[in-house]
Structure formats: C-alpha cells, structure tokens
C-alpha cells in the first residue's frame, strides 16, 4: 500500500519558521504530483502547494507563495514544506497526498489526489 508520512508540525511563535516532511512508501515517486494540504478547525481542507516529482515544477495557494517553499529529495522519497514568517491564520492540520502527475501539472483541489497521509498539526501563537 501506498504510505505518506507527514511530520515536522509543532508550536512556534509568529513570525517563525517550521519545516515539513513527507516521505512516500510503495510509490512510483517520479510519477507523482505531491501536494500539501491544510485544515483549520471548522474550515474545509485547502491546497497551500504541490510539487511535480517528474520535472520538479511547483505551484502555490497566492496566499502563502512568498512565504512557503515546497522541494522534493527524489533519494529519499521525501518532499518538504518550508514555512517561514509564519502567522496565527497558518494554524491547521497539514496534510500531504499524492496523485499521478502529467505536464504542467498545476492542482490544489484536495479531490484530485489520490493517496492521502496523516496530518502533523501546526501551532502558531500570537
């Protein structure tokens, strides 16, 4: 079965920084789009960034594009979530999944991803 696991969340302060990880098992990784995703309590799940493992192309929620970094280590299976700067309203559950990837893939829509991990929380006090 197809694994992601996520982790790296945690309590910080405003205006720090945090970085996530998400390392996929029994995944054909090139072949994948990775895609992050948040949930803050009593809101619906949201796209923040996705990374295509094939060409390494990255695309971002307006929101948080000059704040957050999406990569990816094809060696180690694992794409990151760098978060600098971060704010109270970044608060969520964070999540990563991944679905086949294709040319100019560009997709935050939680619908399109086929395998989901677990969630880390991310905290940030004001």
């Known amino acids: 079965d197809v694994q992601l696991q996520a982790s790296g969340g945690g309590l910080v302060q405003a205006g720090r920084s945090l ?24 809101k619906g799940r949201e796209g923040v960034a996705c990374i295509n493992n094939r060409d390494g192309s990255t695309y971002y929620k307006n929101s948080v594009k000059d704040r957050f970094t ?38 935050l829509d939680a619908w399109i991803y086929r395998y989901w991990g677990q969630g880390t929380q991310v905290t940030v006090s004001s």
């Open 70 to 107: 999406i990569s990816s280590d094809n060696i180690k299976r694992t794409v990151y979530l760098q978060m600098n700067n971060l704010q109270p309203e970044d608060t969520a559950i964070y999540y990563c999944a991944a679905t086949p990837t294709y040319t100019d893939f560009e997709e």
């Open 19 to 42: 970085r996530l990880s998400c390392a996929a098992s029994n995944l054909a990784f090139l072949d994948h789009a990775i895609g992050w995703f948040r949930q803050a309590p009593g």
